[in-house]
């Protein structure tokens, strides 16, 4: 009874082609086990991949309103906002984690801060020189 009650919730309905001895039965059983879990993995895979996308764009969003106050309490010139936002908005399709990455920088020794900033302008500067 097992072997009826799996092959319904796992839809594969019974069909005429059927399990027959005991080996059979067991074989359908684990192969239709194994594709429930291979499904709900799938599943699960593709909501934490729209969860993180939305909670990102969330963020994004946030960083944009809280510099929308900013500019206006400071009262920034419109010439010099669209050119922040115009900035931001390049920065956050480039690489959607720079302020973690700039957080994380930030974060280092004073030594290897300035290691690491003298590394990038040496390869900017490499760049144009070619």
Same mark, same amino acid.
């Given at each position: 009874?097992?072997? #009826? ?10 069909g005429?082609? @059927? =399990? $027959?001895?005991? /080996? $059979? ?7 239709? /086990?194994?594709?429930?879990? %291979? #499904? ?9 991949? %729209?969860?993180?996308?939305?909670? !990102?764009k ?6 944009? *309103? =809280?510099? @929308? $106050?900013? %500019?206006?309490? @400071? ?7 669209h +050119? ?7 920065? !956050? ?7 973690? *990455?700039i957080?994380l ?8 801060? *300035?290691?690491?900033? =003298?590394h990038? =302008?040496r +390869?900017? %500067?490499?760049r144009?020189?070619?």
């Open positions: 009874s097992l072997y #009826f009650v799996c092959a319904t919730l796992s839809t594969v309905g019974y005429d082609i @059927h =399990a $027959e001895t005991s /080996l $059979e039965f067991a074989y359908c059983f684990v192969l239709m /086990l194994l594709g429930a879990g %291979v #499904f709900a993995s799938v599943i699960s895979t593709i909501s934490n991949m %729209v969860d993180s996308s939305s909670s !990102m969330k963020q994004q969003q946030q960083q944009l *309103t =809280a510099l @929308h $106050e900013f %500019v206006e309490y @400071h009262e920034v010139p419109q010439e010099l906002q +050119r922040i936002k115009a900035f931001l908005y390049y920065n !956050m399709d480039e690489d959607p984690n720079r302020s973690e *990455t957080s920088i930030r974060s280092l020794p004073s030594s290897l801060n *300035t290691e690491l900033r =003298a990038m =302008a +390869r900017i %500067v490499d144009g020189s070619k």
